[in-house]
């Protein structure tokens, strides 16, 4: 077996924000995720297919990101993070400007499968990145402000989607983030490579992630999370659909999440520091929890906005945790380590929104949260027991 190299001591930024160009990856990548959600409808109607067929584009884009995670992971703990990011972007680009004049929807759903695959690879190599520079002391509000660009991207595209569907062309959709992904790989031509710890083969990574029960553990969580948080999140636009909504309309409403996590990431940065690693997770849980509970006891416009806006502050905090934890797990193979969680959260996200599919093509929305609900009660309890005792461990 191939034995460890000895491990370089990596560069510790002197603040804690991640640079600019790694923030436009991230904001670009969570743009492109998030446009889709909201022209679900107009693309159906367009199409000629049913509703369910197209919450399937979503899924499907949700499934290549997962599971293209660990390869990124293992390619970026070998070849860097920035280089796996700057290849992924063009790969995206390529894929978007494609998506553009896709002349059906097998086409289409092949296209936003490659694009999920590529954009996959921008997050855990980001989240990496802060990992192998930043101290984790320090650690969770450099997160935060990476969150905040991915909740900017989340809200923009909720805005633009709706927008250019209802005035324009759903198509256009696509080709914003695609001219994006290209100056984002351009602009971080410039940003210097961290050094990182090496620990031998690929066979070495994944087994001393494989040899880490906590790992596991995270993972396992991450499924959890996604399919709560993420897989929920894809039914805030259908259902403001059901109640007469446009496109535009809904997309404006679901942009709230992108709000809400913008605002709620600058109070994480402020509070980490001074309360537990887990006591952030159990604030956003209930967060997730009160809007997922509202929406499902009293369904209407103004209680979806309010689920939209309390799903981003939930995911300000208690997905902050989980990435936070998720660096720290294995540090000698952490890109590995990151993508594991990632690939699960993301697997996790497809597997909410197949299940909620059948129930929300009924319109039944209520069902959908009031499940989300009771999934994030027992997901906050596993996430604060658990950190806690990887503290005490630790």
């Known amino acids: 077996m191939t034995t460890r190299t000895p491990a370089a001591a990596p560069a510790v930024r002197p ?36 509703l369910t067929t197209t919450v399937a584009l979503a899924g499907g884009y949700a499934l290549a990101y997962g599971l293209s995670q660990p390869f990124w992971g293992i390619l970026s703990d070998r070849v860097g993070r920035l280089r796996v990011i700057r290849f992924a972007l063009c790969v995206a680009a390529f894929a978007g400007l494609a998506s553009t004049a896709a002349p059906d929807l097998a086409t289409l759903a092949a296209l936003r499968v490659l694009a999920g695959f590529a954009f996959g690879a921008v997050v855990p190599s980001s989240l990496s990145f802060v990992g192998d520079t930043v101290s984790p002391e320090r650690r969770q509000g ?90 929920g999140l894809t039914f805030v636009a259908p259902a403001l659909h059901h109640r007469g909504l446009s496109d535009a309309a ?52 103004w209680s979806y906005a309010l689920l939209a806006t309390l799903l981003g502050a939930g995911w300000a905090f208690l997905h902050s945790t989980l990435q936070a934890w998720a660096t720290s797990v294995v540090p000698e193979a952490r890109g590995t380590a990151v993508s594991f969680y990632v690939a699960a959260l993301f697997v996790g996200s497809a597997l909410g929104t197949a299940l909620g599919g059948g129930a929300a093509a009924e319109g039944r929305f209520g069902v959908v949260f009031g499940v989300a609900a009771a999934v994030t009660v027992a997901l906050t309890v596993a996430v604060v027991v658990g950190r ?5 461990r630790g």
Do not use: C, H
């Not at 001219?179 to 710890?197: I, Y």
């Open 15 to 50: 603040d804690t924000r991640a640079p600019l160009p790694l923030a436009l990856a991230a904001f670009t990548a969570n743009f492109d995720r998030f446009a889709l959600a909201p022209i679900l409808v107009t693309v159906a109607a367009a199409l000629r297919v049913p």
């Open 250 to 301: 809904a997309g404006s409403i679901t942009a709230l999440y992108g709000a809400g996590t913008l605002v709620f990431t600058r109070a994480v940065k402020a509070l980490a520091p001074r309360i537990t690693p887990q006591a952030p997770a159990a604030i956003g849980g209930g967060f997730v929890l009160a809007g997922y509970a509202t929406a499902a006891v009293a369904p209407g416009v």
């Open 142 to 231: 450099a997160l935060a402000d990476l969150m905040a660009a991915l909740g900017l991207g989340s809200g923009l595209a909720a805005l633009f989607a709706g927008g250019v569907a209802t005035w324009l062309s759903w198509r256009l959709v696509f080709a914003v983030p695609a001219v994006a992904a290209l100056a984002a790989a351009a602009a971080l031509r410039g940003t210097t490579e961290p050094e990182r710890v090496r620990v031998g083969s690929v066979a070495v990574q994944i087994v001393t992630v494989l040899r880490a029960r906590f790992a596991y553990v995270v993972a396992a969580l991450g499924v959890v999370e996604g399919a709560a948080l993420l897989g």
């Open 388 to 392: 806690r005792r990887f503290t005490v």
